[in-house]
T-cell receptor, first 113, second 110 residues
Framework: ETGVTQTPRHLVMGMTNKKSLKCEQH?????MYWYKQSAKKPLELMFV???????ENNSVPSRFSPECPNSSHLFLHLHTLQPEDSALYLC????????????FGPGTRLTVT | QKEVEQNSGPLSVPEGAIASLNCTYS??????FFWYRQYSGKSPELIMF????GDKEDGRFTAQLNKASQYVSLLIRDSQPSDSATYLC??????????FGSGTKLNVKP
């Protein structure tokens, strides 16, 4: 596999469920990101990790919990979500946090019912 | 006030014309500016970045930055139907602060 991969590509979950989104980058990068893209809204940066350490959390509700076990993998754990959390969740990576070139994965389309 | 503002469009141009996409930002301390292209149902891909005032050209694309006016633009020369997409402007204010605009949808008509 090449680039940035995300699984699952589509996810439907109830408000009481717990699920996880997975991201893997095959580029040897040191920084990884989670973004949320809602219809008619700008991309929102949620979390930033550099060398497995979280360096930014942009006021994201605690029902979203990130995990970065190593520089190649990033997870987003979801629990007790709300319908307004339905969106496209994009993972990205870059060589370094200050690096301009961010490579995006294909995204996970999440629907909360 | 939004950090980054773009006209949502759609902007329609005929094939072969110049498409001009504009973006304004609110933080005067912003350092880096990016243009991403996003096809429907796909993830964003970086097409241009610019750090200094003036123009930067890459093939058919030219990015223009005016920090005094807090304005950045993207020109696409000889527009092709394959350029039809949503173009996202992004601004890096400082360490880790990335803000995206809502995007401008471009339609290039054959």
């Amino acid at each position: 596999e090449t680039g940035v991969t995300q699984t699952p590509r589509h996810l439907v979950m109830g408000m009481t469920n717990k699920k996880s989104l997975k991201c893997e980058q095959h580029l040897g990068h040191n920084a990884m990101y989670w973004y949320k893209q809602s219809a008619k809204k700008p991309l929102e940066l949620m979390f930033v990790y550099s060398l497995e350490e979280r360096v930014e959390n942009n006021s994201v509700p605690s029902r979203f919990s990130p995990e970065c076990p190593n520089s190649s993998h990033l997870f987003l754990h979801l629990h007790t979500l709300q319908p307004e959390d339905s969106a496209l969740y994009l993972c990205a990576s870059s060589q370094a946090v200050l690096d301009y070139e961010q490579y995006f994965g294909p995204g996970t389309r999440l629907t909360v019912t | 006030q939004k950090e980054v503002e773009q006209n949502s469009g759609p902007l329609s141009v005929p094939e072969g014309a110049i498409a001009s996409l504009n973006c304004t930002y609110s933080d005067r301390g912003s350092q880096s500016f990016f243009w991403y292209r996003q096809y429907s149902g796909k993830s964003p891909e970086l097409i241009m970045f610019i750090y200094s005032n003036g123009d930067k050209e890459d093939g058919r694309f030219t990015a223009q930055l005016n920090k005094a006016s807090q304005y950045v633009s993207l020109l696409i020369r000889d527009s092709q139907p394959s350029d039809s997409a949503t173009y996202l402007c992004a601004v890096n204010n400082n360490f880790n602060k990335f803000y995206f605009g809502s995007g401008t949808k471009l339609n290039v008509k054959p």
